[in-house]
C-alpha cells in the first residue's frame, strides 16, 4: 500500500511579523519548519504503517517550494516517510493555490501514480487557505474528507474521525482517496538518534517540471488565477478588563455595570 | 613587552550635568523600582541616584562626582544575577549599562586565526547572538584597515559566541563580572578565557587599557602606576579548586591582570568595554537519552566525557524528581507532550550535544550505541535533533523544570511571604561526582524537604533546588544547604561554580576559602578602591 504525504515549509508562525510600511513579510530571523499540520498527517500515516504491518505501507512525502524545502523533507524522513520528492523549478514560483495543486497533482500522478491514500495537512499556518488540498483531489477525481483526527483501513476502505462544529464524524470512502488532517492526538514528534540517522540514507529527489513533465503554462504566476493583493497583519486584540474578585458582591456589581454600559444587556 | 605594571590613562570626560540622571530616592522608587532589585529578589535596594551614561566619558565622570561626594556605586547590567551582586543595599548611586549597548566593530587576529567582536558590556548574550547570527555589521565596524566585515560575513555557517549561561537576557558586562559559564562551559569553560581585552575604569576616575597576555603578575604582584601613585596589588594565595568555580576572586601566582578582573563582581572597577573572541558556529547533534537509575546515566556520563574525539559541547542531567515535575505539567504544557514519548521506566535524562559532519555521523552513531546499551539504555528510545527549530523544543523541556519550580514556589509564598527557594551551585572533582549525588540524596531522602536536581553534570554541577513548604523548612533546607557547602569543598570543588558570590553567600566564601583567603580578597579591594567606591558588600562585607 501507498501512502502519499503532502507537506508544506512555512515560516515558523508565531514569530512572523507584517512590515506595516512595505506590507510584505518581515523575513529576517524567522526560520523555516515543516507545517504542522503537515507533520500530523505525517504522524498519521506512521501509525497506519505500524499497526497495519499485512498492508506492507510505503510513506511518499510530496513537496513543492525552493531548494531549501529539502530541510522540510529531512524532517519527514526523519520522522518516518520512506522517501521524498522536492519538486523545484522557478517555473512554479508564484503559482497560486490553483496553480500549486496542479504542479502537486501532476506530481503525484507522474511519481506515484499507484497510490492508495494521500494525507495532507488541513492547511497551511502560514496562508491559511486550506485549499490545496481539496483542489488536488477534485483534479485527481478521488473522494476527499477533511478535517480528519484519526485515520483508519477498514476493509479496503479509509474511515476518518473527522470534526465538525459540534463534534465529531465518522466518514469514510473507497481508495484511492485524499484526507486532510487537523491535530487530533499527533504531537510535533522529537526523533531518535537512529531515525535522524537513517533518514540521510533515504532518497530524497529535488525535480524540476520538465522531469516529471507538467505543461509550464499550467503552472507559475501566469497560470494562476488568484493574485495576493496585500499581507497585513490582523490588529492586535486588546488585552480584557479583570475584575477584582476579591470581594464577590462588588465584583458582581462591577461585572453588571460593564454589562450594561457596554449594551451586552439592558437594564 | 609583557609586564606586571600596568600605567593607567587620564582620559577626558563628559561634563557631569549632561549624564542622564534619576536623582532621589522617592523619584528611583517611584518609577526605576526595578533597577534597586535583580533576580535574587534580595530586598532592601535604595538609591539616590540612577545613572544611565552613554559611553566611558561619562562613566569617568560619575566616578570623579561619586567619589567627591563619598557615594557608593552599584553597577547595574541586565539584573539577571541572583546572588543579589546588583542590590544596592547601601544606597547611593546605581549606574546603569542600558544606554551602553553599542557594537564598536570587529576585527581578526591573525596569529590566533580567530575573530573578535568590540563592545560596550550593556548589549546582553542574546543580542550579542542575534548580531552575530544575522551579520550585522556594516564597513564602519571595521577596527582596522582591513576590511574584516566583509570577510566575516562571507563565513558561510557564521559565528557565535560561544557561552551559554542559561540566561541570556545576561549583559555581557554582568556576565564577564561574573564569569558567568552555562552547559557549555564544559567545553569552552566560562567567560574568563573569550574575553580579549577590557578597558575598566579604575577608583582614580582613570582608564586600566588591558590586553589579555600584556600584564602578567611577576612574584604574585601587579603593579598598577595612577597619576596619584603605585598601587601594588598581592594576588591572594589561596589554591583555587580545579572544579569549575565562580567564587571569589581569580589569584593564581603568575595570573594576567585581566583575569583579576573578570570574575571580581565589579569589586575593583567599573568595565567600559569588552574585546570578545569568536568561534565558527559548529554543526551540532543535539541529544536526550533516558535512563532507569540514576547509576546508569551517571555511568553513562563518565564514558561519554571520557571519549575526547567526540569532543561533546555540554551535559545536562535531570534526576527523578525533575522527571515527575515535567511529567505533572504534560497535560497542561504543550511543549512537553513529547515527554509522553519517553519510556514509562525512566528515572533520568541526560542532554548533550556533539559537533559531528557528515562523514563522523555513523561514526559518533557507533560509539554512542555502544555506551548507551552499556548503561542500559539505547539510542532509539532516546531523542535527536539536528536543527535549530527541533533544538528549540529540548531547549523549552530544559527550562521548564526551573519555571515549573518557581512556580509552585510562587504559589507557596502566598502563605508565607519570605519563603523562597534554595538553590545550590556548588561544584565537585570528576572523580567525586558519584559522592557528591549520593551525599545530596542521601541527606535530602533523611527529610521530607522536597526537592529537585538538574543541570551541568558534565562538569559535575548540578543544582540543588530545595522546594520548603513552610518557614521551617526553608530553616531546614539552609542548614543542608551549609552541609552541602562544606562537602563540596570537601569533594575538591567550590561553594558557587557559576553564579557567583554576591551579598548572599558570603558565608559560603568563608567555609571555602576561611578567614584568611576572605582577607587576603579584602586587602586587594582596599587597594584598588579604598572607599568602598563600587560593588559594596559584594563577594565579602565592607569594611572601610
Request: proline share 4%.
Amino acid at each position: 500500500m501507498k501512502i502519499v504525504v503532502l507537506v508544506k515549509q512555512v515560516p515558523e508562525a508565531d514569530k512572523v511579523a507584517v512590515d506595516p510600511e512595505t506590507g510584505t513579510l518581515i523575513r529576517e530571523g524567522i526560520t523555516s519548519i515543516l507545517n504542522p499540520y503537515c507533520e500530523y498527517a505525517l504522524d498519521e500515516a506512521v501509525k497506519l504503517k505500524n499497526t497495519h504491518p499485512e498492508e506492507n505501507i510505503e510513506i511518499i512525502t510530496i513537496s513543492m517550494g525552493p531548494p531549501q524545502t529539502k530541510m522540510a523533507l529531512l524532517r519527514c524522513l526523519e520522522l518516518g516517510a520512506d522517501k521524498a520528492y522536492l519538486l523545484s523549478d522557478r517555473k512554479f514560483a508564484g503559482s497560486d493555490v490553483w496553480a500549486t495543486s496542479t504542479a502537486l497533482k501532476e506530481g503525484v500522478v507522474n511519481l506515484e501514480p499507484e497510490f492508495d491514500l494521500i494525507l495532507a495537512g488541513k492547511q497551511a499556518i502560514d496562508g491559511d487557505t486550506a485549499q490545496v488540498p481539496a483542489e488536488i483531489a477534485e483534479q485527481l477525481g478521488v473522494p476527499q474528507i477533511t478535517y480528519g483526527v484519526k485515520v483508519q483501513i477498514v476493509d479496503k476502505k479509509v474511515e476518518v474521525k473527522r470534526e465538525i462544529e459540534t463534534g465529531y464524524q465518522i466518514v469514510s470512502a473507497r481508495m484511492p482517496a485524499l484526507v486532510t488532517m487537523s491535530k487530533g492526538s499527533n504531537i510535533r514528534r522529537i526523533p531518535s538518534m537512529k531515525e535522524v540517522l537513517n533518514a540521510r540514507k533515504k532518497p530524497l529527489e529535488v525535480l524540476t517540471a520538465d522531469d516529471i513533465g507538467i505543461d509550464e503554462n499550467k503552472v507559475g504566476l501566469k497560470a494562476s488565477p488568484t493574485q495576493v493583493a496585500r499581507i497585513f497583519a490582523p490588529p492586535e486584540k486588546v488585552g480584557g478588563e479583570i475584575i477584582d474578585g476579591s470581594d464577590h458582591i462588588v465584583a458582581a456589581k462591577n461585572l453588571l455595570e460593564f454589562l450594561i454600559v457596554n449594551n451586552y444587556i439592558k437594564e | 613587552m609583557v609586564s606586571n605594571i600596568i600605567i593607567s590613562q587620564k582620559e577626558d570626560c563628559s561634563p557631569f550635568e549632561d549624564v542622564r540622571a534619576i536623582k532621589g530616592e522617592e523619584a528611583i522608587l517611584s518609577t526605576h523600582q526595578d533597577y534597586c532589585i535583580d533576580e535574587s529578589k534580595l530586598a532592601g535596594g535604595y538609591a539616590d541616584w540612577l545613572f544611565f551614561p552613554k559611553n566611558e566619558r561619562d562613566i569617568i565622570s560619575i566616578v570623579n562626582k561619586m567619589k567627591e561626594d563619598k557615594t557608593p556605586i552599584t553597577i547595574s547590567g541586565a539584573r539577571t544575577g541572583i546572588v543579589g551582586s546588583a542590590v544596592p543595599t547601601c544606597g547611593g548611586a546605581i549606574l546603569s549599562f542600558d544606554d551602553m549597548k553599542q557594537v564598536k566593530g570587529i576585527s581578526y587576529d591573525k596569529d590566533t586565526q580567530k575573530y573578535f567582536v568590540r563592545i560596550q558590556p550593556g548589549l546582553t548574550l542574546e543580542e550579542l547572538a542575534d548580531i552575530l547570527k544575522y551579520k550585522r555589521f556594516s564597513q564602519e565596524h571595521n577596527l582596522d584597515e582591513e576590511d574584516w566585515v566583509q570577510a566575516f560575513k562571507k563565513v558561510e555557517r557564521g559565528h557565535i559566541f560561544p557561552v551559554d549561561p542559561t540566561e541570556m537576557t545576561a549583559a555581557v558586562g554582568g556576565s564577564i563580572a561574573a564569569n558567568a559559564s552555562g552547559g557549555r562551559s564544559f567545553k569552552y569553560g566560562a567567560m574568563r578565557p573569550w574575553v580579549k581585552h577590557l578597558r575598566v575604569v579604575i577608583e582614580s576616575g582613570e582608564v586600566l587599557d588591558i590586553e589579555r597576555g600584556q600584564y602578567i603578575a611577576v612574584n604574585s604582584k601587579f603593579i598598577i602606576k595612577t597619576s596619584e601613585k603605585d598601587i601594588e596589588i598581592d594576588i591572594p594565595t589561596y589554591k583555587m579548586p580545579e572544579a569549575k568555580n565562580a567564587a571569589g576572586l581569580y589569584a593564581k601566582p603568575d595570573m594576567d591582570l585581566v583575569d583579576l578582573f573578570i570574575g571580581s563582581e565589579g569589586i575593583l572597577g567599573i568595565i567600559t568595554e569588552v574585546d570578545l573572541w569568536l568561534i565558527e558556529k559548529p554543526e551540532v547533534l543535539t541529544n536526550a537519552l533516558f535512563f532507569k537509575t540514576e547509576e546508569d546515566a551517571i555511568n553513562f556520563v563518565k564514558k561519554l566525557r571520557s571519549i575526547e574525539n567526540l569532543d561533546i559541547e555540554y551535559i545536562e542531567f535531570f534526576d527523578k524528581n525533575a522527571f515527575n515535575l515535567l511529567r505533572s505539567r504534560r497535560k497542561t504544557n504543550p511543549e512537553l507532550a513529547n515527554i509522553d514519548t519517553i519510556p514509562e521506566d525512566t528515572t533520568t535524562a541526560i542532554f548533550f550535544e556533539i559537533p559531528f559532519s557528515d562523514d563522523t555521523f555513523e561514526e559518533i552513531f557507533v560509539t554512542l550505541d555502544e555506551i548507551a546499551t552499556e548503561s542500559n539504555t539505547s539510542v532509539d528510545s532516546g531523542w535527536s535533533a539536528l536543527d535549530d527549530n527541533e533544538r528549540d523544543k529540548f531547549r523549552k523541556i530544559r527550562h521548564a523544570v526551573p519555571e515549573i519550580v518557581n512556580s509552585i514556589i510562587s504559589k507557596r509564598k502566598a502563605t508565607y511571604p519570605n519563603l523562597h527557594k534554595l538553590g545550590t551551585d556548588m561544584s565537585v572533582t570528576d572523580n567525586h561526582l558519584q559522592d557528591i549525588m549520593t551525599f545530596y540524596h542521601q541527606t535530602l531522602k533523611e527529610t521530607t524537604l522536597e526537592y529537585v536536581i538538574w543541570g551541568h553534570i558534565g562538569d559535575n554541577h548540578v543544582h540543588v533546588n530545595i522546594l520548603p513548604k513552610n518557614m521551617e523548612e526553608l530553616d531546614l533546607g539552609k542548614q543542608l544547604y551549609k552541609e552541602f557547602a562544606k562537602k563540596a569543598v570537601e569533594y575538591g570543588g567550590s561553594v558557587s561554580a557559576e553564579h557567583g558570590i554576591g551579598k548572599i553567600k558570603h558565608e559560603y566564601l568563608e567555609i571555602m576559602y576561611g578567614e584568611e583567603g576572605v582577607e587576603q580578597m579584602r586587602s586587594v579591594k582596599r587597594k584598588l578602591d579604598p572607599e568602598g567606591l563600587f560593588n559594596r558588600d559584594n563577594v565579602f562585607s565592607f569594611t572601610g
